[in-house]
């Protein structure tokens, strides 16, 4: 029995179609190649490998400077809208906060050397409670006392001593720096 017209009518069409689909196929391929970027130069690459080293999206903002339509645009930019800036607390450089220190004379010890060792003792007292409020902006290293004048004295049962000078609070501020951290790949 011979195929019917209507039979072969559908053969050709679906042949028509397989060959149509096959060359539109063919057609997009094509066309995605002609797109697509070309492959990276060695300078290209190069740059590329050094953004993809850093934690920050300066190196990729470098590359898509240079290289705006590059071999890894794409990948700069989904990498770049991925990045997040974070504050980050970090200790500043150490220095000395200097106040005016007054520790009068007090009770009676059998020698001056004594005395005065008396007076740095509680110059180094007074200078750590003066010190302490610099502890809610800064890391509080050491405090000391800084006698310049003595004030001793001889009196009755031994020696007294007491101080003018200044004290200093060595210090590290607390601070915050704006830091951009990016992942390590495109998400």
Do not use: N
């Not at 196929?25 to 953004?51: K, M, N, Y």
């Not at 005395?115 to 409020?133: E, N, S, T």
């Amino acid at each position: 029995m011979a195929p019917s017209r209507q039979t072969s009518r559908r053969r050709r069409i679906a042949t028509w179609l397989m060959v149509g689909a096959v060359a539109l196929a063919g057609l997009v391929a094509l066309i995605g190649q002609a797109l697509a970027p070309p492959p990276a130069s060695p300078e290209e690459q190069a740059r590329w490998d050094e953004a993809l080293t850093q934690l920050s999206g300066h190196g990729l903002r470098e590359y898509l400077r240079r290289h705006p339509d590059g071999a890894y645009a794409d990948e700069a930019e989904a990498r770049l809208d991925a990045c997040v800036v974070q504050s980050m607390q970090y200790l500043g450089p150490k220095r000395d906060e200097v106040l005016p220190l007054v520790v009068p004379a007090a009770d009676p010890f059998p020698t001056e050397a004594a005395a005065r060792d008396d007076a740095l003792d509680r110059g180094r007292h007074d200078a750590l409670v003066a010190c302490r409020p610099l502890r809610r902006t800064a890391e509080l290293l050491s405090v000391s006392p800084g006698p310049e004048i003595w004030h001793c004295a001889a009196v009755e049962g031994g020696h007294t001593c007491g101080f003018e000078g200044d004290l200093r609070c060595r210090v590290r501020d607390h601070a915050l720096r704006e830091v951009e951290r990016c992942p390590d790949a495109a998400p």
